[in-house]
């Protein structure tokens, strides 16, 4: 019997835990500042990096780096979050027609990662991401601000200030999508936290998009039960 594993990835600007026990996951997020959740041994914690660590202790040997997993074509300055999400999607995606995947992470930069069926990285871009281009907006101009919520225009030209914001970052990310996701000979693989509001704008039939918002996160999971030979 498997007693409890906790996971954590360290983003750009939340902390993402895991705890996995008795074939169950359960998944939540905190805030870089916030302290360690109770019942979390760091002694134990398996965990891994894509922004500034955290003020608590981390094992160095209990981190996991783009280099451990095992995808071909990966290169070692990929970053270990698209790793993740990668074997994740080649482990629990049904692909019978042998598909490429397409994985989207709608983070704080949405990074778009192409493989093939059997594993082999093809390639992919790397795009600011939502908040990062709201933020981006207010910090470099005098009159823009971020706005306040988040609720997304049905119309294409907008009079109003915060919501031509919104459509345009939204059009910008959905856009690329649009642009590289060919239903016919790919499987589209969203996650992140910004997945649930772009993926409403996604031209694509619903049927064709496969939302699994904390796709990293059983990444980790499935790496590690598989490398202590527990999968």
């Not at 949405?110 to 790397?126: A, M, P, R």
């Not at 999508?177 to 772009?198: A, H, K, Q």
Request: proline share 4%; net charge positive.
């Amino acid at each position: 019997m498997i007693s409890e594993i906790n996971f954590l990835l360290v983003g750009n600007s939340r902390l993402h835990w895991a705890k996995y026990s008795k074939n169950q996951s359960k998944f939540f997020h905190t805030k870089k500042e916030q302290k360690v959740p109770e019942n979390i041994d760091l002694d134990q914690l398996i965990w891994a990096s894509v922004g500034k660590l955290p003020s608590f202790f981390l094992k160095k040997e209990n981190e996991i780096k783009t280099q451990d997993i095992q995808l071909s074509n990966l290169p070692d300055y990929f970053g270990v979050d698209r790793a993740l999400a990668c074997i994740a999607a080649l482990k629990i995606i049904e692909n019978p027609l042998k598909k490429d995947l397409l994985v989207a992470d709608f983070g704080t930069i949405l990074s778009i990662t192409k493989l093939n069926s059997n594993g082999s990285i093809i390639g992919g871009q790397l795009i600011p991401g939502f908040l990062t281009q709201l933020k981006s907006m207010e910090q470099n101009t005098k009159n823009l601000k971020v706005p306040k919520k988040y609720d997304v225009p049905i119309k294409d030209f907008l009079i109003n200030t915060e919501e031509a914001i919104l459509k345009g970052v939204i059009n910008s990310l959905t856009g690329v999508i649009n642009s590289l996701f060919n239903p016919t000979r790919d499987i589209l693989v969203i996650c992140g936290g910004d997945s649930e509001i772009l993926s409403k704008s996604l031209k694509t039939q619903k049927e064709n998009i496969i939302n699994a918002p904390n796709l990293v996160m059983e990444g980790m999971i499935i790496h590690h039960l598989s490398v202590n030979r527990l999968l």
